[in-house]
């Protein structure tokens, strides 16, 4: 008697043999997936291309169901060999397997970036803040590579004690290793990922261009999480080196044999940068966005913070428990548009069944954290950008609408820096708000330019590019950043 065909989660339906090849999405997955969810009624939802399954959770229930009540099913990642071996990125412990390895990057990293300990990088955060005020009086129109620059510095100096102009080399390295990595995510499903045999071609074999291409990648990815590794480490072995994550991981090895510990302790650092420069960057890009987009939003915070901060000082930490505008502003950037809408893709361990449906061993899982945070019983008028939802009738933070914390991720793989990013972007947020105003830009008729909330369609979405210009509230406003610097 022929066994019953398993009953996989719902989903399109495939052709023989490439099964839904097609239907896989390489652009704006999280769109897709959440209209397959609508169309079959299910919270997860199916496909398989090539032999390949893909499981997508779309709700908050099924994301915490497997992610968080799973964690020995679902807390793998999935391993594309283009992006890991060939390229180098198998340093970033993010995309580390679930295991013993794994384990041993998260206990040492979540000493130095758990709650209680994310204060020490306070001063390096209000530094960040400082220098990012000053660059948008010098440059305002670079408004985005000031970001940038300000962010990776941050993590930088957090990471390895060393406070970054603009043009540092190391900053320079960290934008390239991040360009090259975008362009091979862009780039799809490589054929390597499906074929794994094709990595053994050599380098000169006709067809095998992604090869060449990855060695230059991979020499630039192993100079990123190398170059301040080594040199932070030389200056610790001189006893010239200032306290710092890095510091440390060396110090609490002091004694040992640390040669040994050095893959170990600079794929610690670097993907700290690598994971964190990126998506902090997303974010506040979107708020500039929604500011530019909503400006009586913007106004609103400012009135709070000249009423809470005043015209002498530029707003800290310490102010956020009076702040419940820019806290909602922060909450509504996070929710509307998450830089990692899919998150990473996860593997399924072992065979495993969810609501009378078969997920097989090795399916790509992945959770579509903006279907969560655009979940219409949760936030009502989701696409709408309303830091209000937050906020009750007088002002204060509602405890009923929950905080976006999806955009994190789940269970055991969740962000481990999201302590250290929430503190950074406050304090950039609340910044800019209280020293700025964001202006379209204008056309050579002085026409403003449109600006449209349009986001890049990919694993990493944030906004595409768009121009505005930062303006000093008032001659206070400039003078108080300027004494600040
Ligand atoms: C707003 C900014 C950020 C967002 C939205 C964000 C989002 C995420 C998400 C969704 C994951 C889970 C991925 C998955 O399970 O597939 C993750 C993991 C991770 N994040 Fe973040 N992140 C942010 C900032 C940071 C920062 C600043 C750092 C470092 C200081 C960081 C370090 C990491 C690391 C190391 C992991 C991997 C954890 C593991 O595999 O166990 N992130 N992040």
Not at 27 to 35: A, I, N, P, S, T
Not at 379 to 396: A, E, I, N, Q, V
Not at 412 to 433: E, H, N
Request: glycine share 6%.
């Amino acid at each position: 008697r022929r066994r019953a065909p398993h009953r996989y989660p719902p989903g399109p339906k495939g052709l023989p043999v490439l099964g839904n090849l097609f239907d896989v999405p390489t652009d704006d997955g999280w769109l897709v997936f959440r209209e397959w969810s609508r169309r079959y009624g299910s919270d997860v939802v199916h496909a398989e291309a090539l032999g390949k399954h893909i499981v997508v959770m779309n709700t908050l229930k099924a994301a915490k169901d497997l992610f968080e009540d799973r964690p020995s099913i679902y807390s793998d990642k999935d391993q594309p060999v283009m992006f890991l071996e060939l390229c180098g990125w198998w340093r970033a412990w993010l995309m580390l397997p679930y295991g013993d390895s794994w384990r041993m990057h998260r206990k040492l990293f979540h000493q130095s970036f758990r709650p209680q300990a994310v204060s020490q990088y306070r001063p390096q955060q209000v530094v960040a803040q400082r220098k990012l005020l000053q660059l948008m009086l010098d440059k305002p129109e670079g408004y985005s590579e000031n970001l940038r620059f300000a962010i990776g510095s941050s993590i930088l100096n957090a990471v390895f004690a060393f406070e970054a102009t603009p043009g540092d080399r190391r900053i320079k390295l960290v934008e390239e290793a991040a360009q090259a990595a975008q362009h091979v995510v862009h780039a799809g499903v490589f054929l390597v990922d499906v074929f794994p045999i094709l990595k053994h071609l050599p380098t000169w074999f006709p067809g095998a261009g992604f090869k060449r291409r990855a060695v230059v990648h991979k020499e630039l990815v192993e100079k990123m999480f190398k170059i301040p590794y080594f040199e932070y480490k030389s200056a610790f072995n001189k006893g010239t080196a200032q306290p710092c994550f890095t510091g440390k991981l060396l110090s609490d090895a002091d004694g040992e044999d640390t040669s040994e510990r050095d893959d170990l302790f600079m794929n610690l650092a670097g993907t700290a940068y690598a994971a964190g420069t990126d998506t902090t960057y997303g974010v506040m890009m979107v708020f500039v966005l929604a500011m530019l987009l909503y400006p009586e939003t913007a106004s609103a915070a400012q009135k709070e913070l000249d009423c809470v901060v005043g015209p002498d000082r530029l707003p800290g930490l310490a102010d956020q428990d009076s702040l419940p505008q820019v806290i909602a502003i922060l909450r509504e950037v996070l929710r509307w548009h998450t830089p990692l809408p899919l998150a990473t893709p996860h593997r399924a361990m072992s065979d495993d069944h969810y609501e009378g449906c078969y997920i097989p061993e090795g399916s790509i899982v992945l959770q579509n954290i903006w279907a969560i945070t655009h979940d219409e019983n949760t936030y009502p008028d989701p696409d709408s950008f309303s830091p209000r939802r937050f906020l009750t009738l007088d002002g204060k933070l509602r405890d009923d609408v929950p905080f976006p914390d999806a955009v994190f991720g789940f269970g055991r793989r969740v962000c481990p820096g999201r302590y250290f990013t929430m503190d950074s972007m406050f304090l950039l947020m609340a910044g800019i708000l209280a020293t700025f105003n964001i202006e379209p830009a204008l056309d050579e008729h002085g026409v403003p330019i449109e600006v449209r909330a349009e986001f890049e369609h990919h694993l990493l979405s944030p906004p595409k590019p768009f121009r505005a210009v930062f303006k000093p509230r008032s001659e206070d406003a400039r003078r108080l950043i300027q004494s600040c610097a």
